[in-house]
């Protein structure tokens, strides 16, 4: 299972089930070269076999009017990795962090707390990283939807990109 979180310019993949942990920034450039850049080195992983499986995709914040420029960019980001890769799927913020913290408007060090409490193997595989840890609950809250919807007898509705 794979979370992602994003930004402006970069993201962070992490595949739980592999331990594999990627922070990717492309340089600051004119937003299409950012933007290209991005898209090519995430269509490469995939086709390096190296992001295999399904991908949670941390859904983009509406920060405010004072960071709407901020908002724009990462939405931009978001419909790059949607574009580029099989098999995503988008999550709210507060959702991934309701069923994962058991709050849905956790702070950074609630979320940091957790995962270093419930999976100390993967808080020492991510460092110093906030958003190699987001990526990380990311996954695993992806995990447990998948579990939830696998023990259901139920197919999946959930509403998916292909790349």
């Not at 004119?30 to 995939?46: D, F, K, Q």
């Not at 799927?89 to 702070?107: E, F, I, L, M, Y």
């Not at 999946?156 to 990109?161: I, Q």
Request: hydrophobic share 40%; glycine share 8%; with cysteine.
């Amino acid at each position: 299972m794979i979370g992602i979180d994003l930004g402006m310019r970069k993201v962070d993949i992490v595949d739980v089930d592999r331990e594999f942990f990627l922070h990717y920034e492309v340089p600051k450039s004119e937003r299409t070269v950012e933007l290209r850049a991005l898209a090519g080195y995430l269509r490469s992983l995939e086709a390096d076999g190296l992001l295999e499986g399904t991908k949670w995709v941390e859904a983009p914040v509406v920060a405010g009017a004072r960071n709407i420029q901020s908002t724009i960019a990462i939405a931009q980001t978001s419909g790059v990795v949607h574009a580029s890769l099989s098999d995503t799927h988008q999550v709210a913020v507060s959702s991934w962090k309701k069923r994962t913290v058991g709050n849905g408007n956790a702070d950074k060090v609630a979320v940091k707390q957790w995962l270093a409490d419930r999976h100390p193997e993967y808080y020492r595989l991510c460092g110093s990283s906030q958003d190699l840890i987001d990526a990380t609950c990311i996954a695993l809250y992806g995990r447990e939807v998948a579990a939830a919807i696998d023990g259901s007898g139920l197919l999946p509705a959930l509403p998916s990109t292909r790349g």
